[in-house]
């Protein structure tokens, strides 16, 4: 496991955007695939978005194509989840995740997972 911290969350309106960064520890972060999950109460942990540990391979649930966007900088050990066009019901815990496979994240079960940070958009 790798140790991950999530941050920028945030109330915003519907309509605005919020940048989600995660920060994991340890000096073989280039060596991750990373992603983001999301959780509500009345809701399933769900897949957002993940990427290669190269950042040249990105995937995204559909209902987020088009207004988020994941990328990543290896040589600052962060990435980032920037959301754009925010709708009330892409309120939700989001969960900085990790695992060594790319496929791992995609198919819902990182090895390593942050703490959360709240996202809520207000209607």
């Known amino acids: 496991q790798v140790q991950l911290v999530e941050s920028g969350g945030g109330l915003v309106q519907a309509g605005g955007s919020l940048r989600l960064s995660c920060a994991p520890s340890g000096r073989t972060f280039s060596l991750y695939a990373m992603g983001w999950f999301r959780k509500t109460p009345g809701k399933e942990r769900e897949f957002v978005a993940a990427?290669?540990?190269?950042?040249?391979?990105?995937s995204y649930n559909d209902s987020v194509k088009g207004r988020f966007t994941i990328s990543r900088e290896n040589a600052k050990n962060t990435v980032y989840l920037q959301m754009n066009n925010l709708k009330p019901e892409d309120t939700a815990v989001y969960y900085c995740?990790?695992?060594?496979?790319?496929?791992?994240?995609?198919?819902?079960?990182?090895?390593?997972w942050g703490q959360g940070t709240q996202v809520t958009v207000s209607s």
């Open positions: 990427i290669s540990w190269g950042g040249a391979t990105t």
């Open positions: 995740t990790a695992d060594l496979k790319l496929v791992a994240l995609e198919s819902g079960k990182p090895g390593s």
